[in-house]
Antibody, heavy 119, light 106 residues
Framework: EVQLLESGGGLVQPGGSLRLSCAAS????????MSWVRQAPGKGLEWVST????????YYADSVKGRFTVSRDNSKNTLYVQMISLRAEDTAVYYC????????????WGQGTLVTVSS | DIQMTQSPSTLSASVGDRVTITCRAS??????LAWYQQKPGKAPKLLIY???SLESGVPSRFSGSGSGTEFTLTISSLQPDDFATYYC????????FGQGTKVEIK
C-alpha cells in the first residue's frame, strides 16, 4: 500500500524558514517523480515544486522560485522542501504526491501538513 | 504559463442527477489532463487521467472527455458520496490546476 506522510509543518514568523519532509513507502521511491502541492485555507490547489526520481531535475512555481528548494534522499525514501523567506501568502496545507514521471498526473497524495506564517 | 479555467465554480444538484463540469486550457494540452476529487479536510484523489482514462477503483459513473483546450468531467448519476470539490489539472507543460468546482446538495 502506498503511503506518503508529511511532517514538519507549524507556525513560523514572516521571513522565517521551515523544512517539510514526506516519508514514502509502498512503492519504488527512486523510480517516481515527487511533487509538493499546497492549498491555502479555503482556496484551491497550487502546484509548488517537482523533483525527478534521480533528483537531477527540479521545477518550481514562480511564486516560490528562489525561496523553496526541493530535494530527496532515495536511501531514506524521503522527500524534502526547504522553505526560506516565508511570507503570509505561503500559509497553506502542503501535500506531497508521487507521479510515474515528469509529464504525469499525481497518483497518490499524503494527508498534508499545515504551515502557518504569522507574527 | 498554461491557465486552467473551470466552470461552474459551484454546482447545486440532487442525487441521481447527471452532472457536467467543464475545464478549459489557455492553450492546447493535447489530452494531458487529470481530474481529482477532494472532500473537506482530505487530500485530493485521482479520478481520471489522460482526459478519459478512469483510475482503478473509481466508479464507472465518472467519465472524462475532451482534447486540445476543452474538457469535461461527467458524473452520470450523482451519489451522496460525490458531493465534493473537483479540480482539473494539466500536465502538458509543468502542472496547473483549475480553481475547482464545488458540487453541493440542492
Amino acid at each position: 500500500e502506498v503511503q506518503l506522510l508529511e511532517s514538519g509543518g507549524g507556525l513560523v514568523q514572516p521571513g522565517g524558514s521551515l523544512r517539510l519532509s514526506c516519508a514514502a513507502s509502498g512503492f519504488s521511491f527512486s523510480s517516481y517523480a515527487m511533487s509538493w502541492v499546497r492549498q491555502a485555507p479555503g482556496k484551491g490547489l497550487e502546484w509548488v515544486s517537482t523533483i525527478s526520481g534521480s533528483g537531477g531535475s527540479t521545477y518550481y512555481a514562480d511564486s516560490v522560485k528562489g525561496r523553496f528548494t526541493v530535494s530527496r534522499d532515495n536511501s531514506k525514501n524521503t522527500l524534502y522542501v526547504q522553505m526560506i523567506s516565508l511570507r503570509a501568502e505561503d500559509t497553506a496545507v502542503y501535500y506531497c504526491a508521487n507521479s510515474w514521471g515528469l509529464q504525469y498526473y499525481f497518483d497518490y497524495w499524503g494527508q498534508g501538513t499545515l504551515v502557518t506564517v504569522s507574527s | 504559463d498554461i491557465q486552467m479555467t473551470q466552470s461552474p465554480s459551484t454546482l447545486s444538484a440532487s442525487v441521481g442527477d447527471r452532472v457536467t463540469i467543464t475545464c478549459r486550457a489557455s492553450q492546447s494540452i493535447s489530452n494531458w489532463l487529470a481530474w481529482y476529487q477532494q472532500k473537506p479536510g482530505k487530500a485530493p484523489k485521482l479520478l481520471i487521467y489522460k482526459s478519459s482514462s478512469l483510475e482503478s477503483g473509481v466508479p464507472s459513473r465518472f467519465s472524462g472527455s475532451g482534447s486540445g483546450t476543452e474538457f469535461t468531467l461527467t458524473i452520470s448519476s450523482l451519489q451522496p458520496d460525490d458531493f465534493a470539490t473537483y479540480y482539473c489539472q494539466q500536465y502538458n507543460s509543468y502542472w496547473t490546476f483549475g480553481q475547482g468546482t464545488k458540487v453541493e446538495i440542492k
